[in-house]
């Protein structure tokens, strides 16, 4: 059985822009639904969402028909959450609230198998090497694999350069409500202040041959960041789509008519 191959990865290396969305439904039937839109990504979000390991892995298997390359953001980037994903077959994690290069390092380590990192080994139980059928998997999977990490602070911009030249990182993606909180903006992720930061950004990100990253639904912000630069952006939220469509459709009919008295 052959290895999957990480399209998400390959479009980064290539330079071609990656665009996504964000899930926070954890519903396997909603995931499977965006998937036939044509997104490159889908973000599963664990850290901000309903999301566990099995909501996880229905949504794996929800997407795995489509071409969209499913992301998942785990709730923190501790060793012992990391393999769970990764055993489970993600191979591609977006690391929320690094900091620090240490931090960083400690996150690819977790990736890794032994010698080069801490990865706790096991195949017969893990769908990643579909239960031992894939031939090589340890010494293959690694190339396969993406590792981003999520800035959204004023701390981890200050330690950005150092942050995205740890070896194993893949990219860096800047979370902008949370930063524009550790700036004294909260609530304001689109302010000018904030728009800059993720700007100066993904130059120094680009400056040292990784690809930046960031969400918002603000077309026009999106565009703009493209333009900069970022490689991957999602455009934007299932739940805000939902939400927004169904108030539109709802306001449309409501026009004009009056309330009936009871």
């Given at each position: 059985?052959?290895?999957?191959?990480?399209?998400?990865?390959?479009?980064?290396?290539?330079?071609?822009?990656?665009?996504?969305?964000w899930?926070?439904?954890?519903d396997p039937?909603a995931?499977?639904?965006?998937?036939t839109a044509?997104?490159?990504?889908?973000?599963?979000?664990?850290?901000?969402?309903?999301?566990?390991?099995?909501?996880?892995?229905?949504?794996?298997?929800?997407?795995?028909?489509?071409?969209s390359?499913?992301i998942?953001?785990?709730?923190?980037?501790?060793?012992?959450?990391?393999?769970q994903?990764l055993?489970?077959?993600v191979?591609?994690?977006?690391?929320?609230?690094?900091?620090?290069?240490?931090?960083?390092?400690?996150?690819?380590?977790?990736?890794?198998y032994?010698v080069?990192?801490?990865?706790?080994?096991?195949?017969a139980?893990?769908?990643?090497?579909?239960?031992?059928?894939?031939?090589?998997?340890?010494?293959?999977?690694?190339?396969?694999?993406?590792?981003l990490?999520?800035?959204?602070?004023?701390?981890?911009?200050?330690?950005?350069?150092?942050?995205?030249?740890?070896d194993?990182i893949d990219?860096v993606?800047?979370?902008?409500?949370?930063?524009?909180?550790?700036?004294g903006?909260i609530?304001?992720?689109?302010?000018?202040?904030?728009?800059?930061?993720?700007?100066?950004?993904?130059?120094?990100?680009?400056k040292?041959?990784?690809?930046?990253?960031?969400?918002?639904?603000?077309?026009?912000?999106?565009?703009?960041?493209?333009a900069?630069?970022a490689?991957?952006?999602?455009?934007?939220?299932?739940?805000?789509?939902?939400?927004?469509?169904?108030?539109?459709l709802?306001?449309?009919?409501?026009?004009?008519?009056?309330?009936?008295?009871r």
């Amino acid at each position: 059985m052959e290895l999957p191959i990480n399209s998400f990865k390959q479009g980064l290396r290539a330079g071609t822009a990656q665009i996504g969305l964000w899930l926070g439904l954890a519903d396997p039937s909603a995931a499977e639904l965006v998937a036939t839109a044509g997104f490159d990504w889908l973000l599963i979000d664990v850290e901000h969402s309903p999301n566990d390991l099995r909501t996880v892995l229905a949504q794996l298997r929800a997407i795995a028909a489509y071409p969209s390359h499913p992301i998942v953001r785990p709730s923190s980037g501790s060793a012992e959450v990391i393999k769970q994903y990764l055993d489970l077959g993600v191979q591609t994690l977006l690391v929320p609230m690094v900091e620090t290069p240490d931090e960083a390092a400690r996150i690819v380590a977790a990736t890794r198998y032994p010698v080069r990192g801490i990865r706790g080994v096991a195949s017969a139980t893990t769908r990643a090497s579909r239960w031992g059928q894939i031939d090589g998997y340890f010494e293959r999977c690694e190339g396969e694999l993406c590792v981003l990490v999520q800035v959204e602070s004023v701390r981890g911009l200050d330690n950005l350069q150092a942050i995205a030249t740890v070896d194993g990182i893949d990219g860096v993606f800047f979370g902008p409500a949370d930063l524009a909180a550790s700036m004294g903006l909260i609530g304001a992720p689109t302010d000018p202040q904030v728009t800059r930061a993720i700007i100066q950004g993904i130059a120094v990100v680009q400056k040292v041959g990784k690809a930046a990253g960031t969400l918002t639904s603000d077309f026009e912000l999106a565009r703009k960041y493209l333009a900069h630069g970022a490689r991957f952006v999602a455009v934007g939220i299932d739940t805000v789509l939902l939400r927004q469509g169904a108030s539109d459709l709802a306001a449309m009919f409501r026009q004009g008519v009056q309330p009936q008295s009871r």
